[in-house]
């Protein structure tokens, strides 16, 4: 487990307690009072802050003793301070109470309830600091969710104000992936709320209960509407959820919210419905579409199309998006419908984008070009080639949609834009395109864009492209920057990898050479010579493997999956308790789609600190559980 919690570290993912990035004996006590006293004087530095926020939760139980009403710069900082330290509060308790034993008494223990109450008496404060609500919700939940349920009754303005401000801001910290281990109590609390009369106090606070439902039952909106959660690892109580539609409390809050007088609380119901498409997915389309019926205001409107994205399967969710398309002449209506389309299977794809084409307002048809794929039909195709042949300008949505279609008639319009475009990000984007896009044509616009082309990433972009179409015009060039010592490193490691697409002697003779050195070359060499098939790249990639850090362990099994070159690595990298090397061996044994791996996954999936850290929002965790998803073999 120490390695998991190394690996973690390595990744960003967690700071460890106690442990400063500063060469600095000081002790956390010292340096939290340095602070308070710095912005007494009028001396304080952020960099001061950043510094104290590593302590974790040592550095949040000093804070709480300093918080002082009297003194509001104080406050301030001390809030900004306890609300940075108490971030690793999104993970599991069990990983809590290794890496940060103070963070884990603050949070989870009746001993840490008298710091949580130290933070939680700033809530009856005339005036709160700035960053309150985020301390308040990631240092004292408890405190704060007591607090919370002792206001319901209290419809004063300043009650009802801030008890919405502390529920946006517990949602918003849900919805970006953190603490999702705790949201059924977070859920209970606004079922309380709404059983009182919470949902009559304001609109304001009636739109924070439902968007809190939207956040905390379903699936984080930045994690896309596929979610990476999978579905037993929900901490949703089944009281909540209910045995059916009709004695799910939170789907009859947000059923009763559809016909509210309000139009901002009906379109935040239509967001919150959406999170019931995978508990109730036929009841939540049914409400959907009989609101869509009867609704006038195009506020409304506009959420019911973007929440038909939940649905992507559904044929009666894209029945509908094209009659609401159709119908409307409002132009956010039209694009959040649109974006919507671009994720899903409808029938009515082609025929929705028809129409957005006939009337290409306010962006309407820009947005189109997102939902873009090869199988559009062929008026579509050629309604966006018609497109490109009278576009001057390089515009990065009708690049993306070229490359995606991989028709050889959009080279014209993506030729321009090479030579012509002055910006290079979208000199790499078009570089991007022209990968699908097959022909010789298309291979020699890239050679030829490779000797005109000044600036390193587009030119590193190139490499990538000519190496994956294997090129072979481009060999020279590979070999040239392979061997070139003085190269950046990222281009060599690109050259040396992209080699292994060349079967051939001078190639082999190289990547051989190379696997001999140190550093990038000897690894990207081998993986190289791996992909070739070459029978003694293998175990001086082993050796590689066993001997590097636990980063270069997941790029070598990422590039295994990337080249679909089966390894017993793969393996040894789901037995491993590290979790980069891990993550690299997922994703690695899901690319190559073998079903030996299937009972591996499901084994790795099972394991309890595995599951601890798919509950929580930490980074690379969304794509470590979507290649551990059994359906996705």
């Given at each position: ?215 905390a039952h379903g699936f984080s909106p930045c994690c896309g509407s596929s979610g990476w959660l999978e579905r037993r690892t929900r901490k949703v109580p089944e009281e909540l959820r209910g045995k059916s539609a009709e004695t799910c409390p939170l789907l009859g809050i947000v059923r009763t919210a559809l016909s509210d007088g309000s139009p901002l609380i009906r379109a935040q119901a239509c967001r919150a419905i959406a999170s019931f498409s995978a508990t109730f997915p036929n009841e939540a389309l049914e409400l959907l579409l009989k609101l869509l019926e009867l609704e006038k205001e195009d506020v409304v409107r506009a959420r019911i199309g973007s929440s038909l994205a939940s649905f992507p399967q559904d044929q009666r ?317």
């Amino acid at each position: 487990m120490t390695r998991v919690l190394q690996s973690l570290t390595l990744l960003g993912c967690l700071p460890l307690a106690g442990v400063s990035a500063f060469d600095d004996s000081t002790s956390t006590s010292d340096l939290v009072h340095r602070l308070a006293e710095s912005v007494d004087k009028g001396a304080y530095a952020p960099s001061e802050l950043r510094k104290v926020a590593e302590r974790g939760g040592v550095a949040v139980r000093v804070a709480a003793d300093l918080l002082d009403e009297s003194k509001p710069e104080r406050a301030s900082v001390l809030c900004q301070l306890i609300a940075r330290a108490s971030r690793n509060r999104n993970a599991h308790e069990e990983l809590l109470k290794l890496y940060d034993p103070a963070a884990h008494e603050t949070f989870y223990t009746e001993k840490g309830m008298a710091t949580e109450r130290k933070i939680g008496a700033v809530l009856d404060w005339k005036e709160w600091p700035p960053l309150f609500q985020a301390a308040a919700i990631r240092a004292c939940p408890r405190f704060t969710r007591a607090w919370i349920l002792k206001r319901t009754s209290d419809s004063s303005e300043q009650s009802v104000s801030r008890t919405a401000a502390l529920i946006e801001e517990w949602s918003r910290w849900i919805s970006f992936g953190n603490e999702r281990q705790h949201r059924g109590t977070f859920l209970a609390m606004l079922v309380s709320m709404a059983e009182g009369e919470a949902m009559k106090a304001s609109v304001r606070l009636s739109t924070s209960i439902l968007a809190g439902i939207e956040h905390a039952h379903g699936f984080s909106p930045c994690c896309g509407s596929s979610g990476w959660l999978e579905r037993r690892t929900r901490k949703v109580p089944e009281e909540l959820r209910g045995k059916s539609a009709e004695t799910c409390p939170l789907l009859g809050i947000v059923r009763t919210a559809l016909s509210d007088g309000s139009p901002l609380i009906r379109a935040q119901a239509c967001r919150a419905i959406a999170s019931f498409s995978a508990t109730f997915p036929n009841e939540a389309l049914e409400l959907l579409l009989k609101l869509l019926e009867l609704e006038k205001e195009d506020v409304v409107r506009a959420r019911i199309g973007s929440s038909l994205a939940s649905f992507p399967q559904d044929q009666r969710a894209g029945a509908a998006a094209l009659k609401l398309f159709s119908g409307s002449d409002n132009a956010i209506v039209r694009r959040e419908i649109l974006y919507a389309m671009a994720k899903t299977k409808w029938q009515t794809r082609d025929a929705i984008m028809k129409e957005a084409f006939r009337s290409p307002d306010e962006g309407v048809a820009g947005v189109a070009m997102s939902a873009v794929t090869k199988e559009v039909g062929p008026e579509i195709r050629d309604r966006i080639l018609s497109i490109s042949k009278g576009f001057k300008d390089t515009s990065p949505g009708l690049v993306d949609a070229l490359g995606r279609l991989g028709d050889p008639r959009a080279l014209p319009y993506l030729r321009r834009c090479l030579v012509d475009e002055k910006r290079a990000v979208l000199r790499a984007k078009v570089a991007m395109a022209l990968e699908g896009i097959e022909g010789g044509d298309t291979d020699k616009l890239i050679e030829e864009h490779f000797i005109r082309e000044s600036n390193r990433d587009v030119r590193l972009q190139l490499i990538r492209v000519a190496s994956r179409r294997r090129m072979q015009g481009v060999v020279p060039t590979l070999l040239d920057l392979a061997s070139d010592h003085e190269a950046a490193d990222d281009f060599r490691a690109e050259a040396i990898w992209g080699l292994g697409n060349f079967p051939g002697n001078r190639v082999e003779s190289l990547l051989l050479n190379l696997s001999k050195s140190r550093g990038l070359s000897a690894l990207y060499s081998n993986l190289a010579l791996t992909k070739l098939g070459n029978p003694y790249a293998s175990a001086a990639l082993e050796q590689l493997f066993f001997a590097g850090s636990p980063g270069e362990r997941m790029i070598i099994l990422a590039l295994l999956g990337e080249a679909r070159k089966d390894h017993p690595l793969v393996q040894r990298g789901l037995d491993s308790s590290e979790f980069a090397v891990l993550l690299g061996a997922a994703k690695a044994a899901r690319q190559l789609g073998s079903e030996k791996y299937r009972k591996s996954l499901a084994k790795v999936s099972d394991d309890p600190h595995v599951k601890a850290l798919l509950e929580t929002g930490m980074r690379d965790v969304p794509t470590l559980a979507f290649y551990l998803r059994e359906e996705k073999l």
